[in-house]
C-alpha cells in the first residue's frame, strides 16, 4: 500500500468516525488511535493484508460490507432497525486489539540461489487479553459499550481466539440468535477477510 492510499484510508476512517460517533469519550479514543500505529499497522502477519496500512484498510472493508449485508438482508431502511453509531463503532473498532500488536522483523528466504532477508510482520503481544475480548476492554477504557456492541466485537470471530477452538457458554450460535449485531459483524469480517482483502469478488 503506498503512503497516498494510506493517508487516504486514514482520512475516511477519521471522517466516518467523527460524523457517526458521538459517545462521551469519542474523542479520546480517536486521539490515542492517531498517536498509535492504527493507521500504519498490517491486518494480519500473513493472512490478510499483511502490509502497512492494512489494519485500517481492513476495518473500512468491515464497515462497507456490514452496511451491504444489512442492506440485503433489510431493505433500504436497515437504519431503522440498527444504529449508525453501533455500526460505526463495532466495524471500525472491532480489531483495535491489534495497536502496537505487530513489529517489524526479517526472514531468511533463497532468491535466486541466494539468501535475502525478507521484511515480515511477527505478532509482539504486549497485553495477553485475548482478541475480542482485548478490543472490548481497550474500547471502554475511553467510552461506553452497550451490551450489543461488547457481544458483536467479542464474538467477531466466531468460535475462535487466534485459531484455536474457543466454545464459550452461552454458545455462540446462541448469541447470533439473539443479538443480530454479533452475527452480521462476524459475517462481514469473514467475508471481507476471505474475499475484499485479498481483492476477490
Not at 503506498?2 to 484510508?9: D, H, Y
Not at 467510552?143 to 461488547?150: I, P, Q, S, V
Amino acid at each position: 500500500m503506498t503512503p497516498t492510499e494510506i493517508e487516504k484510508n486514514k482520512t475516511e476512517f477519521i471522517n466516518t468516525f467523527k460524523q457517526n460517533i458521538k459517545r462521551e469519550g469519542a474523542n479520546e479514543l480517536l486521539d490515542y488511535l492517531e498517536k498509535s500505529d492504527f493507521f500504519e499497522a498490517p491486518a494480519s502477519t500473513k493472512y490478510h493484508l499483511a502490509e502497512e496500512g492494512g489494519l485500517c484498510q481492513h476495518t473500512l472493508n468491515v464497515n462497507k460490507r456490514l452496511h451491504k449485508l444489512l442492506k440485503d438482508n433489510y431493505g433500504e431502511d436497515y437504519l431503522t432497525k440498527f444504529d449508525i453509531e453501533s455500526l460505526t463503532l463495532v466495524s471500525l473498532l472491532h480489531d483495535i486489539c491489534k495497536v502496537h500488536f505487530y513489529k517489524k522483523d526479517f526472514k531468511n528466504t533463497k532468491v535466486d540461489g541466494q539468501w535475502v532477508k525478507e521484511p515480515i510482520y511477527i505478532v509482539d503481544e504486549r497485553l495477553h487479553y485475548g482478541h475480542g475480548t482485548k478490543s472490548v476492554f481497550m474500547i471502554q477504557q475511553f467510552l461506553k459499550l452497550y451490551l450489543d456492541e461488547a457481544l458483536a466485537i467479542r464474538y467477531h470471530m466466531g468460535g475462535l481466539e487466534y485459531g484455536y477452538a474457543n466454545f464459550v457458554e452461552p454458545n455462540v450460535g446462541d448469541i447470533y440468535d439473539e443479538y443480530p449485531l454479533a452475527l452480521y459483524l462476524h459475517m462481514a469480517d469473514l467475508e471481507v477477510t476471505y474475499v475484499d482483502d485479498k481483492g476477490t469478488k
